[in-house]
């Protein structure tokens, strides 16, 4: 199985850039989908984006052209950049793993906190 760890997250001005990383344990890994989501307080937890085995991409329509999901296979890794933060998208942001072709992720980290100030 997958266990995962995300870091990054901090206090950043709008406008500002963070990276987040998540380093995923698992002989398999290379071989999981892998993606991110946040939770905002009295919010539900939403979708961001997500980067298949593959490299194929989607990401939610609130960040597109802002925010970047990659992977480092040789390093057990998923990045995502977050570029022209804004105010609404502070959250804990949690990372996840799923083996194909599931549905649902499986393995998820314990959060990571992003505050963007306006």
């Known amino acids: 199985q997958v266990h995962v760890v995300e870091s990054g997250g901090g206090l950043v001005q709008a406008g500002g850039s963070l990276r987040l990383s998540c380093v995923a344990s698992g002989r398999t890994f290379s071989r999981y989908d892998m993606g991110w989501f946040r939770q905002a307080p009295g919010n539900e937890r939403d979708f961001v984006a997500t980067?298949?085995?593959?490299?194929?991409?989607r990401y939610a329509d609130s960040v597109k052209g802002r925010f970047t999901i990659s992977r480092d296979n040789a390093k057990n890794t998923v990045y995502l950049q977050m570029n022209s933060l804004k105010p609404e998208d502070t959250a804990v942001y949690y990372c996840a793993a799923r083996n194909p072709p599931g549905a649902g992720y499986d393995y998820w980290g314990q959060g990571t906190q992003v505050t963007v100030s306006s």
């Open positions: 980067i298949t085995w593959a490299g194929s991409t």
